[in-house]
């Protein structure tokens, strides 16, 4: 006997907030998130409601991958040896200097009205 659409449960809706918790966000930036047209989501009349496989499509669209491999990142924390220095001796590095500014006050914005001296 074949599986009819009818005989199977609705899915879970789940509300902007309960959405904002799960993910540890706010729920105005889920509701702007789906009001803009950024995120999945179904709209029950004026009101936004999201399913499981919702959740899992906007945890996958802001998962952040590293930009290197494993090994790249291990060399890229080593220190560098400085140009036209020997490989084998190692030279402290000196600190970058900021070149100084000199500052200086702005003049008041309103002059003084009345003569006397606080």
């Known amino acids: 006997m074949p599986h009819r659409p009818s005989d199977a449960p609705p899915p879970r809706l789940y509300r902007p907030e309960e959405i904002a918790d799960t993910l540890g966000c706010s ?22 409601r999201f399913t499981a496989e ?10 952040q991958r590293p930009a290197q491999p494993a090994q790249t990142a291990a060399r890229a924390t080593e220190p560098l040896s400085e140009p036209g220095t020997q490989t084998g001796a190692a030279q402290p590095r000196r600190p970058a200097v900021a070149p100084t500014t000199r500052l200086r006050a702005r003049p008041p914005r309103r002059q003084q009205q009345y003569g006397t001296a606080a």
């Open 27 to 48: 729920a105005w930036w889920v509701k702007d998130r789906a009001r803009r047209r950024l995120i999945p989501h179904t709209r029950v009349g004026r009101a936004y």
């Open 54 to 63: 919702h959740l899992a499509d906007i945890i996958r669209l802001y998962e």
